[in-house]
């Protein structure tokens, strides 16, 4: 067009390429619908019923009305309608753009799917500049320079097909091969023949050869592709059809140490992998399960959990290709995939670059699926062991309860006995007071009576105790104000803080409900009356006291930390003392007990010696409140 004379036949060219030029923006629009796997049932054919309506009117003025002669040649003039084609194509091209950018914006994760979109809308941004070419056409003596940015958009096309793999190009290639040789010979054959036909008046017989041979000629195309594409994807279709079989047998796997090595073991086999590693979190950062390789000795054991790769995994809920990875202590990463639990980051994947071409969208799809597989089989182990956890404890207790509640019956049983004997010791103890204000050992009397005495009441203390916990146990429960509980027992124990010169200090919250029996007011006076007599017993030179109680959740959580020494839980039961220490106290069983009758918890914790111990109690709270 550029270079002919005649103008009228100039004219006739720019509108036959015109034709062509009508389905730029209509192709690339449905293009991308597939590509995004869009549905457009209305946009789409509309955009197909306007392209035919500019179609039609091709061959009038209302296209191209003349041509004009610039310094580079031939150029059409616009005519009436064009301003219309040139908005349209605008627009169009305007609209795939901002698909782009908005498939772009929802992929927040590096994957290929993200990097195609990434440089497709590159190229097309660059391919927008080739709007140049249509200035001239209304006039405007602006060369048409247009063409550099299709070689522009080429390049770059070109760069995503080979790089990111936006086509599969060897199946491609082979589909455009067998296409053409078939079709080639459904012409060929029906003309090299036709000429000899003709002359014996038979002309008819290589016309309904050629329709017989379109109408065969899907068939064989069909026939001859899947045999192809079987061939070249043979390997790729055997260890991604393993993977997918081996992926559903994980969940029968119960433990973390054999699924790693199960499953490193397994990718290295069947991809032919120089490595794969396993890796699970534990406290914060990420460590080495399991590593698999056959040419590497060591790999990085722990992966602190703020680096880029944990960071862009913890992002991605598909694999991420390792060009998008960093490389871990120099070791270039050819795909990982994250592992969840319960939502969250728990573990991941990393291998190497298969030797023999690179990872494709099956490969990712498949990956998808054996990362899903993984996780559940994760989720599966770590309930299980929850579980055996629970139910270890949960016998535990029983059995202890069990041995608690015989110990209990005895210790009633002899109460009584017990009680006579005491009764006994103190009748002596107080004839061998009179006696003694008659003899010369009065003193040494008076301390053999003084450590009697003492002993007398804490064994009154200690049956007590156990009796009226066997009253109380049978008692109803009840809503109780637990803040006001342990303040009322504070208070019961002021003269005793106040004589040992105890420093005491309390943050307890407000209107804590709890269902509770008349038991649960003593233990809790247990605890601070042994936090009282711990410290009187050690005699620290900071003597302090520290009670909290707070909610957390659906729980009560009351803390009692003294300085009055440390203990374990070999020494906490033992003995019959109240004092800590050395001694120990049965007082703190009964106060245990007495807990887990209210579904709560009991711990404490011991620091260095002379520091003390913080006693800790979980009470659920009546959520009524």
């Known amino acids: 067009m550029y270079a002919l004379r005649d103008k009228k036949f100039a004219l006739i060219a720019a509108r036959i390429g015109f034709m062509g030029v009508i389905f730029i923006p209509i192709f690339i629009y449905h293009f991308y619908i597939i590509f995004l796997k869009l549905t457009r049932k209305i946009a789409l054919p509309l955009i197909y019923i306007i392209g035919f309506l500019f179609l039609l009117l091709t061959p009038t003025p209302y296209i191209y009305q003349k041509i004009d002669t610039y310094f580079w040649g031939n150029y059409p003039r616009g005519g009436l309608i064009y301003p219309l084609y040139v908005l349209f194509f605008i627009g169009v091209f305007i609209r795939c753009l901002f698909l782009l950018f908005n498939a772009f914006r929802k992929e927040k994760f590096p994957t290929i799917f993200r990097e195609q979109i990434k440089y497709l809308f590159l190229a097309f941004l660059v391919a927008t500049f080739g709007i140049v070419d249509y200035v001239a056409k209304f006039g405007i003596a602006l060369y048409p320079f247009g063409y550099l940015a299709a070689l522009g958009w080429i390049f770059i096309i070109a760069y995503t097909i080979v790089k990111h793999h936006l086509l599969e190009i060897h199946i491609a290639f082979t589909r455009v091969a067998i296409f053409t040789l078939v079709y080639f010979f459904i012409v060929f054959i029906p003309f090299f023949i036709a000429p000899r036909f003709i002359s014996i008046s038979l002309w008819w017989f290589p016309i309904l050869l050629m329709g017989i041979l379109a109408s065969l000629a899907p068939f064989i195309y069909n026939y001859l592709r899947r045999g192809a594409e079987n061939i070249l994807l043979a390997e790729q279709k055997r260890y991604q059809r393993a993977l997918r079989e081996f992926a559903q047998t994980l969940i029968f796997i119960k433990d973390t140490e054999s699924l790693a090595k199960e499953v490193t073991s397994k990718i290295i086999a069947y991809l032919n992998l120089d490595f794969c590693a396993f890796y699970l979190k534990q406290d914060k950062d990420f460590y080495l399960i399991h590593f698999s390789s056959k040419r590497m000795d060591n790999f990085p054991f722990q992966i602190k959990s703020n680096c880029k790769l944990v960071y862009l995994l913890n992002r991605s809920t598909s694999p991420i290709l390792g060009e998008s990875l960093p490389s871990l202590d120099n070791i270039n990463v050819g795909l990982a995939f994250p592992l969840f639990l319960n939502k969250e980051l728990f573990g991941f994947i990393v291998m190497s670059q298969k030797t023999k071409g690179t990872f494709t969208d099956t490969d990712i799809d498949v990956f998808t699926t054996v990362s899903t597989q993984v996780s559940l089989a994760l989720s599966q182990i770590y309930y299980f062991e929850e579980y055996q956890k629970l139910v270890d404890e949960r016998y535990r207790l029983i059995v202890e309860r069990e041995r608690m509640e015989s110990a209990f019956q005895i210790s009633e049983a002899y109460r009584h006995e017990l009680g006579n004997i005491i009764n006994i010791i103190s009748l002596s103890l107080a004839n061998l007071e009179y006696q003694g204000n008659f003899c010369s050992q009065k ?183």
């Not at 637990?482 to 027992?489: G, H, I, P, T």
């Not at 003269?495 to 307890?508: A, L, R, V």
């Not at 936090?531 to 009351?558: F, G, M, T, W």
Request: charged letters at 30%.
């Open 443 to 625: 003193e040494d009397i008076e301390k053999v009576a003084h450590s009697i005495k003492k002993n007398v009441e804490r064994a009154r203390t200690i049956f007590d105790a156990i009796a009226r916990y066997n009253k109380n146990a049978r008692s109803k429960f009840k809503l109780m104000n637990l803040s006001k509980v342990v303040k009322d027992r504070v208070n019961q124990f002021s003269k005793n803080i106040s004589k040992s010169n105890i420093t005491i200090k309390s943050e307890i919250e407000e209107k804590l409900r709890v269902w509770a029996n008349d038991n649960l007011p003593d233990a809790i006076g247990y605890l601070i009356e042994g936090s009282i007599k711990a410290i009187e017993y050690h005699a620290p030179q900071n003597k302090c006291l520290y009670i909290s109680l707070k909610r957390v959740d659906n729980k009560s959580i009351l803390k009692i930390s003294d300085t009055g020494g440390d203990i374990t839980k070999d020494n906490l039961y033992s003995n019959m003392g109240i004092e800590r220490g050395k001694e120990g106290g049965i007082l703190y069983f009964i106060a245990r007990r007495i807990v887990f009758d209210h579904k709560g918890s009991f711990d404490f914790q011991s620091f260095n010696q002379g520091e003390g111990t913080t006693f800790k109690i979980e009470l659920p709270i009546n959520e009524s409140t």
